[in-house]
């Protein structure tokens, strides 16, 4: 690690946040326009369209006027030193059920999926295909530059790393851009997204998404209890379990 950042993380985390605390970090969406006719002309069955596909073309079309209401779409980050949940909020009903596809499609908060993160293990608790899962999901491995900016009221360093996106169509490498802050000593961010010295301010998750910190409320200190209920699966094989009932219900 650069000498220079190295001092600025040991002065920032003597001062300002307590690791005795809870804290509630809010994220807000910033969201750039889907080309969803570019989704549909990957997705969709070549020559003649199946079931299947006029389904999935017809869902493109409600999400293509519905996509500019991503803005009404939040996320709270509970924290203390040892743990952290990361989890959509609720929604109201009436934009919950209107909204409920796109944030699917995008992977965002869909409705009960949770991260949980501490020194030891990452889970990702969801439902999927009607079964309850916790998934083992691997730590991300950083790559830390001497790179800064202000985000708000925050002087944030940038960080990057490849994840390994597993999917219908196979397999891929997603970038992922980190901002984070010395100054708030707790190495936790949006999803799985952790480890860094300090919290994670911005995270450009896809070409298309990023989650921004809106503010910090010190809450009642308590402990975050991981998830016992759900099948204990590894990332790799979810993906794979995915895959094979994507294909099923395409066929």
Request: with cysteine; net charge positive; charged share 25%.
């Amino acid at each position: 690690m650069n000498k220079s950042i190295l001092g600025v993380f040991i002065l920032y985390t003597s001062v300002c946040f307590s690791q005795e605390n809870n804290f509630l970090a809010k994220y807000k969406i910033n969201y750039k326009p889907i080309n969803f006719d570019s989704i549909a002309k990957k997705n969709i069955t070549k020559g003649k369209k199946t079931k299947f596909d006029k389904m999935f073309l017809s869902v493109l079309k409600t999400l293509k006027s519905s996509s500019y209401e991503l803005n009404k779409i939040q996320f709270v980050l509970e924290y203390n030193k040892s743990a952290s949940v990361f989890h959509k909020k609720p929604l109201l009903e009436i934009d919950a059920n209107r909204l409920h596809l796109l944030t699917t499609l995008l992977g965002i908060g869909i409705k009960g999926e949770k991260y949980f993160v501490n020194s030891k293990v990452t889970i990702n608790q969801k439902n999927s295909f009607g079964q309850d899962f916790l998934v083992n999901t691997p730590k991300v491995n950083w790559i830390l530059s001497n790179i800064s900016k202000k985000i708000g009221q925050y002087e944030c360093y940038k960080a990057t790393t490849e994840v390994e996106k597993r999917n219908s169509s196979g397999i891929s490498i997603k970038k992922i851009t980190a901002w984070f802050c010395p100054k708030i000593p707790f190495n936790f961010g949006p999803k799985y997204y952790s480890g860094l010295p300090g919290l994670i301010v911005k995270l450009q998750d896809r070409n298309y998404i990023e989650y921004e910190l809106v503010k910090i409320e010190k809450t009642k200190k308590r402990t975050i209890k991981f998830p016992k209920k759900g099948k204990k699966i590894s990332y790799v094989d979810f993906m794979k379990l995915s895959k094979k009932m994507f294909d099923n219900r395409k066929n």
